[in-house]
């Protein structure tokens, strides 16, 4: 079935560093790929998300590039600060009846001050 | 802005007890989703739901799961008899899907737990 793998599961780095997370999926259908920041105890917030007639794409210190051929997906956030500390989740959506997202298993990203 | 918004944020049961959770998507969208996360875990796929019926579900979305759009805003998923593996977050969404535009919009989340 339709699955998402995301890595690595928790990721820790100073302040000012770079961060990358990589996602892989397993449907060649899915074309809507959108990243989510989940903070303690909150709902998942849309981030940044990429569609699979682009290949990368960024907004400010984030930037998410796509591989269509290798099926990869993968967030950069440069210039890391504190309050970027959370779960970050990738997930991917296809042309299918309902356009439901699949969720890969969460990375937590901690910046260090 | 407009929200997607869910209650109650917290919901204690008995197992064997039903629970309804409600959820008030964004006004002019057409898409309504049904997410959970279990404590720790990644957020899993339950069901879709477009022009009244159900449009997909998941493996998690057994007999005991229903939903329903009693009203134009309200959209409830409905566990007949709670059993403590339900214990989770249950998160609705809803798209507009206007334009090929995919994005879901998350509600704050209903904290079930089952005793």
């Known amino acids: 079935g339709e699955n998402v793998e995301q890595h690595p599961s928790t990721l820790s780095v100073q302040e000012g560093d770079s961060a990358v997370i990589k996602c892989t999926y397993s449907?060649?259908?899915?074309?809507?790929f959108p990243w989510y920041k989940q903070e303690l105890g909150k709902r998942p917030q849309l981030i940044i998300d990429i569609r699979s007639n682009v290949g990368e794409k960024k907004d400010q210190r984030i930037a998410v590039t796509l591989n269509k051929t290798a099926k990869h997906f993968s967030l950069h956030i440069t210039e890391t600060q504190p309050e970027d500390s959370a779960v970050y989740f990738c997930a991917a959506s296809g042309v299918d009846s309902s356009y439901k997202l699949i969720f890969g298993s969460g990375t937590r990203l901690l910046v260090r001050p | 802005e407009p929200e997607v918004t869910q209650t109650p944020s917290h919901q204690v049961t008995q197992m064997g007890q039903e629970v309804i959770l409600r959820c008030v998507p964004i006004?002019?969208?057409?898409?309504f989703y049904w997410y959970r996360q279990i404590l720790g875990q990644k957020v899993e796929f339950l069901v879709s739901?477009?022009?009244?019926?159900?449009?997909?579900k998941s493996e998690i979305f057994d007999d005991q799961f229903s939903v329903e759009r009693p009203d134009g805003s309200n959209f409830t998923l409905k566990i007949r008899s709670t059993k403590l593996e339900d214990s989770a977050m249950y998160f609705c969404?809803?798209?507009?899907?206007?334009?090929?535009?995919?994005?879901?919009?998350f509600g704050p989340g209903t904290r079930l737990t089952v005793l």
């Open positions: 969404a809803s798209s507009s899907l206007t334009s090929g535009n995919n994005e879901q919009f």
């Open positions: 739901f477009y022009n009244n019926e159900i449009s997909e």
């Open positions: 449907d060649s259908a899915s074309n809507y």
């Open positions: 006004s002019n969208h057409l898409y």
